[in-house]
């Protein structure tokens, strides 16, 4: 193996893109979590709004567009487990996977127009003065605004979550939906507006896989990415800065595994490849273990069914 290959730089540019697809996804979860549902069809969204946003830009020319057309595809999804969840009080796990394997044969059906078609490229936004700084300016100020965008929303999320009088209702929703309820919080709206908004992201991280990251459409181009962001959240403790650090360790181990097959690691592409599936199921092990069970600090009324009895 010839490490000296490996451009480093390069390599830690790329794990910021790499792991913007699972950011966006994971912490539009960890929202809807927060707000005391477990949504688990994040892979069904994502991999809509994948070729939602693709046909949108590809039909537009226009990247934007593509990124919006994506962003309310997954709302308008997750609004069928909000439906499903919120109004008919279906089992929040079932209904979740149901989401995720309607969401895969939608995006089948919707792509089949659009197999080797090339989207517009999204432009980088090389920042002035700020790109030009040696090693720090070509690793975090050459992207593209996506990038940016996906650390600003996590940000606004920690404001709101933290600072804000809905995000004390929304946390309150989520610890105790009864309590929050009787103080005469409407519970099955907040609900609601938090499941669009997680769908709405986890819509932005698969149009970013299908417009920047590959850039194309092919069947199932998701390859687990809203399963990876679900235990994001696990790992980050329902908290949007650990959020980000575990999204850019697994964007990091998918980039470097890519690397070292190009280096010519003698171990197989195969075990390579899965290395991130293998992270993400020892995370949560461990997290979900022993005394770290206790320390995770998950909503309290996560995944239980809220009916309204007066």
């Not at 057309?69 to 709302?75: D, E, K, M, R, T």
């Not at 919707?110 to 078609?117: I, R, S, T």
């Not at 936004?125 to 975090?140: E, F, H, R, W, Y």
Request: aromatic content about 8%; some cysteine.
């Amino acid at each position: 193996m010839d490490l000296s290959s490996i451009n480093w730089l390069l390599l830690l540019a790329s794990l910021m893109v790499a792991a913007t697809p699972i950011l966006l996804a994971g912490i539009g979860e960890l929202v809807v979590e927060k707000a005391g549902v477990l949504n688990l069809g994040v892979e069904g969204m994502m991999i809509t709004g994948a070729i939602a946003g693709f046909a949108a830009a590809v039909e537009s020319g226009s990247p934007a567009l593509g990124f919006l057309g994506a962003a309310v595809a997954g709302a308008l999804l997750s609004m069928l487990f909000a439906v499903l969840t919120q109004f008919a009080l279906a089992n929040q796990v079932a209904s979740g996977l149901a989401l995720t394997l309607f969401g895969l044969g939608l995006s089948s059906l919707m792509g089949q127009g659009y197999v080797g078609l090339k989207p517009p490229s999204t432009p980088k936004l090389d920042i002035p003065l700020l790109s030009d700084i040696p090693v720090l300016g070509p690793v975090l100020f050459n992207h593209d605004l996506m990038v940016y965008v996906a650390i600003a929303i996590v940000a606004a999320t920690w404001a709101f979550l933290k600072y804000t009088r809905a995000g004390l209702t929304l946390r309150a929703v989520g610890e105790n939906h009864e309590a929050a309820h009787a103080l005469g919080y409407k519970v099955i709206a907040i609900r609601c507006a938090a499941i669009a908004f997680g769908g709405a992201c986890a819509g932005l991280g698969g149009a970013y896989l299908s417009l920047v990251r590959v850039p194309q459409w092919t069947e199932g181009m998701t390859s687990g990415a809203g399963w990876i962001a679900l235990a994001l959240v696990v790992f980050a403790s329902w908290r949007p800065w650990r959020v980000l650090i575990g999204a850019y360790l697994f964007g990091g181990i998918t980039v470097l595994q890519l690397n070292l097959q190009a280096a010519g690691l003698k171990v197989p592409v195969e075990y390579l490849s899965m290395s991130p599936y293998i992270i993400t199921i020892i995370v949560l092990v461990v997290m979900s273990s022993g005394r770290s069970r206790g320390a995770l600090g998950a909503p309290a009324s996560l995944g239980r069914t809220f009916h309204a009895t007066g």
